[in-house]
């Protein structure tokens, strides 16, 4: 593996279990350990656990810290409680996306935005520029270990070990408390489509938690879970992978993520562009679809309406929990209705597909 | 897991030597490289190959892989089964996972191909780097 990647604080765990590693988004990653489809049918049947550790935390404080992220992002921060998260994309000036974030709030002058492993250096230098208040931002990346447990047994697992009662933590709401005895924040957050909590620790305790947690996954029946279940189980959701769906040649109204950008709640970057747009109308839009033959889509496939290109797959990937090949693509308004017939080439070759409602999957749970 | 009577090539093919036939599939490295796999696009009996030009393509939950022919010459049968269980080539890469057999146009170019030890100094020299 090249010395040019970094790694988690948890890379060593990772070998010892037999994962195969990659690099994703300059990180040394785990992509699996047993296989990607296992890993996947675990999460969707029982639970699996993460190493998320090359996301990356921003902590934002001060007086001036709610100005200064209601500038920054989409969606209205005014209207978190303490103990609440939120999800935004985080704009520039075209309404194109610097990043997609998760902002959560401490107190009234304490919150931090959780950021994706490849824009870590990107977004900080984005939220210091338009500092100009004197919040105080700190970049507690490497700080900060980040464990997901999802999975409908993710909650039992967790009681175990935890002396707060989880099933008071709402979706989208976190708290602090102990696991095994360990301070760490407990979030009801996921990127999987299933209950499940995303927990921060320290990272001197990183290990430990880790230890603590998988080895409870383990005895449930439940596996350690790589990027590569962690993939197809955010596509069948249609959560957006940044760098694939979503980047900065494109807007959130485009890729359906309307509901995210708080246009009443006053100015911030990206508004004008965005209200523009809104009031132009939307020329294209991400849709799921499903392909109607064995065709497998990846990125960057062509996509045509009759002999017409009319846009590029974004990801795409054989889902494991509906037994078919689906995929993500921008497509032209006119074609983005439910049933469209589209084409994907593949190899040379055009494989019909049909756009479909999403998410994809709808959890039982 | 590399059988002895295979001769293998740089990209991970094996071919199995029977006569001016020769039996076509990936090695068992190469299928642990590949893992779950969904899919595998055959080429057409008769159709024509050439020696170390891309025939196959065999496609996992993650990504898409080429398949190399080991010589050059015609297709004369291929595994239809992997059709409907593309998994054979994980379960059992040299036996029903076997992809297509091919009539030699030019047996000589087997030569170039690698024997076992050769291949298996080449992986482990993979695994080092």
Redesign the interface.
Known sequence: MSDNLKQTPLVEIHKQLGARMTGFGGWEMPIQYSSIVAEHKAVRSNVGIFDLSHMGEIEIRGARALSLIQKLVTNDVSKLRNGRALYSPMCTESGGIVDDVLVYRFTASRYMLVVNASNIDKDCDWVHSHNKNGAEICNVSDETVLIALQGKNARTILQRLTDVDISTIDYFAFTEGKVDGIPVVISRTGYTGEVGFEIYVETNYGEEVWNTLHAATTSEGGEPIGLGARDTLRLEMKFCLYGNDIDESTTPLEAGLGWTVAFRKGEFIGSDALTRQNEEGIKRHLRGFKMLDRGIARSHHKVYHGNAPVGEVTSGAPSPSLGCNIGLAYLPTEWSKRHTSINVEIRGKRHPAEVVATPFYKSSN | MFPAELKYMESHEWAKSEGDLITVGVSDYAQQEI??I??V?LPEIGQKLEQKKEFA?I??????FDIYAPASGEVVEINVELEDTPECINEDPYGAGWIIKIHLSNPGELDNLMSVDEYRAKIEAEAEA
Do not use: P
């Open positions: 893992q779950d969904v899919y696009e393509v496609e996992s939950v993650k990504a898409a």
